[in-house]
């Protein structure tokens, strides 16, 4: 995996950003999902 990404031509900060904005969109995803999945009413879950 290593050598693999070493071998890629693209800048590193290029690569982060895109990193950054892929892990941003999938914890956003995970959040809406989990809050989604839960009872909004907390009250309850005693």
Do not use: T
């Amino acid at each position: 995996m290593a050598q693999r990404s070493l071998s890629y031509p693209r800048p590193p900060e290029h690569s982060a950003r895109v990193v950054y904005r892929c892990s941003s969109f999938v914890h956003c995803a995970f959040f809406l999902s989990f809050v989604n999945s839960r009872p909004h009413d907390h009250g309850s879950q005693k």
